[in-house]
């Protein structure tokens, strides 16, 4: 099936997670070199924060309420963009970017159970693309959560999802690298 492409991914990273990260304290995983990084716990909080807003996306589609946006009625525009985003999130993170302030992560102190949340919202996320065979058969486009310009097909959506995970992973283990001990 199409969708098991994704969801291994999603168990890749997942698992990477957990053996880079399941030893550390909370301390540890909150722990950041200056005030302009991430710490660990902020990566795993944003991955959760960003793949949850597309759960509404694809709530309002199954419901019939969902208004694709003029873009989206542009197949060259729906290709393009979505090929831009998935660019932009690769795990070489030759170019660092800034996030839409709907996807920042926590500020504070994150809790130690965010290796535990992170696992469980990966298995919903699982879950909702499995249960989306249907939607992607008929080639589906939504536009980005963050914005209603930013428009690129629903198998696109999954490829940005699973890539960007992949690069706050190898963002993560940067931090990790330079964790003091």
Request: overall charge positive; glycine content about 6%.
């Amino acid at each position: 099936m199409i969708t098991s492409k994704w969801t291994t991914k999603i168990d890749e990273t997942t698992n990477g997670f957990r053996k880079a990260f399941g030893h550390l304290s909370a301390e540890q995983l909150n722990w950041k070199p200056n005030t302009t990084t991430w710490s660990i716990a902020q990566n795993m909080d944003h991955l959760i924060v960003i793949n949850g807003t597309y759960y509404p996306v694809i709530k309002t589609i199954r419901d019939g309420n969902y208004k694709l946006p003029f873009m989206g009625k542009m197949g060259f525009m729906v290709n393009f963009l979505g090929k831009t985003v998935l660019n932009a999130v690769q795990p070489d993170r030759k170019k660092k970017m800034k996030t839409f302030p709907i996807w920042e992560p926590a500020k504070s102190k994150i809790d130690a159970d965010i290796l535990n949340r992170l696992e469980k919202h990966q298995e919903e996320l699982k879950q909702l693309i499995t249960g989306c065979g249907d939607l992607l058969d008929k080639g589906t486009i939504i536009s980005s959560p963050a914005n209603k310009n930013i428009v690129y097909k629903l198998e696109t959506a999954f490829d940005i999802i699973t890539t960007h995970e992949q690069r706050h992973l190898e963002q993560a283990k940067e931090l990790l690298a330079v964790l003091p001990k």
